[in-house]
């Protein structure tokens, strides 16, 4: 079984930087690809970033220039870094890792519980 964990939300005033972590743990012989993703009260759940096999990245609109996506293929890990923070961005951001486990031969998905993230204006 596989875990993703998230961690390094909270509250920061307009402008201000959050780094997000994500570790994945548990039976798996491969992360293919992350990506991170939010949802704010009352809406659907949206792509923020997402960084693919091979080192591709992509940014939801809203990110580009803000965000940046990185991981650590040695620890299982994956961040998420966001700078100049609005009130927009508030929500609970989750990461998902595109892996095969061990044992497996096709990719499955496997989700965070989320981190909150909040903008105070």
């Known amino acids: 079984q596989v875990q993703l964990v998230e961690s390094g939300g909270g509250l920061v005033q307009v402008g201000g930087s959050l780094r997000l972590s994500c570790t994945a743990s548990g039976s798996i012989s491969k992360i293919i690809g992350w990506g991170w993703y939010r949802q704010a009260p009352g809406q659907q759940r949206e792509m923020v970033a997402v960084?693919?096999?091979?080192?591709?990245?992509n940014y939801g609109d809203f990110a580009q220039g803000r965000f940046h996506i990185s991981r650590d293929n040695a620890k299982n890990m994956a961040y998420l870094e966001m700078n100049n923070l609005k009130p927009g961005d508030t929500g609970v951001y989750y990461c998902?890792?595109?892996?095969?486990?061990?044992?497996?031969?096709?990719?499955?998905?496997?989700w965070g519980q989320g981190t909150q993230v909040t903008v105070s204006s």
């Open positions: 960084d693919v096999s091979g080192g591709a990245t």
């Open positions: 998902n890792a595109v892996l095969v486990e061990r044992g497996q031969r096709t990719p499955s998905t496997s």
